[in-house]
């Protein structure tokens, strides 16, 4: 049996098991408020720290990872639907990266003070949100199986070989930064 294939997917699944949570409750607690109810700005500190996670780990981390990962995979035959999906899925890293770090810059000009159209960041910070848990879901249901099904030994052991193994810094390494937003997301378990 293959041992390297269920360590190298399961860390990428335990890494969305992570992320998953962290933005589903921001999610459903930033589209729960009302503007008129509760301040925005009130978001504004975990929005930021999470910005800067996302930054830090999933898009310099997990994305990479899975960037090899599927790189692999469009060597091995897929069908033109499954190759699009994977085409997808690494086109997608590319933007989520770049909305990670445009999303974090406008939170940093709206913490010290500049002008930002708020209602129009809120819904694009939302919309950013669904975006990431919609392309875990991707590779969940479709992309991480057709890898299972489809990569040998040799690409297990190839793609293992080249991870960093590098801690979350917010879950695992609980660097003090992130301490805030831990709290509110396992608080809310
Ligand atoms: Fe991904
Ligand atoms: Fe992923």
């Given at each position: 049996m293959n041992v390297l294939m269920p360590v190298f997917l399961e860390r990428l699944r335990s890494d969305h098991a992570r992320f998953s949570k962290v933005l589903t409750v921001l999610k459903e607690q930033i589209g729960a408020v009302q503007r008129d109810q509760e301040p925005w700005a009130g978001w504004l500190e975990h929005l930021a720290a999470l910005f800067e996670y996302i930054g830090e780990y999933p898009d310099m981390e997990h994305h990479?990872?899975?960037?090899?990962?599927?790189?692999?995979?469009?060597?091995?035959?897929?069908?033109?639907?499954?190759?699009?999906?994977?085409?997808?899925?690494?086109?997608?890293?590319?933007?989520?990266?770049?909305?990670?770090?445009?999303?974090?810059?406008?939170?940093?000009?709206?913490?010290?003070?500049?002008?930002?159209?708020?209602?129009?960041?809120?819904?694009?910070?939302?919309?950013?949100?669904?975006?990431?848990?919609?392309?875990?879901?991707?590779?969940?249901?479709?992309?991480?199986?057709?890898?299972?099904?489809?990569?040998?030994?040799?690409?297990?052991?190839?793609?293992?070989?080249k991870s960093r193994h590098l801690e979350d810094p917010m879950f695992h390494q609980r660097q003090a930064r992130y301490q805030n937003l831990y709290q509110f997301v396992t608080a809310a378990d």
């Open positions: 990479p990872m899975e960037d090899r990962l599927f790189d692999c995979l469009v060597d091995h035959g897929l069908t033109p639907a499954e190759r699009g999906l994977v085409e997808r899925n690494l086109a997608e890293h590319a933007e989520l990266t770049a909305a990670t770090r445009r999303l974090s810059e406008e939170i940093q000009d709206l913490l010290s003070g500049t002008e930002v159209h708020e209602a129009t960041l809120r819904e694009d910070v939302l919309a950013y949100l669904s975006m990431q848990l919609a392309h875990m879901r991707r590779e969940e249901e479709h992309l991480f199986p057709l890898a299972e099904k489809m990569l040998t030994s040799a690409d297990w052991q190839a793609l293992e070989s």
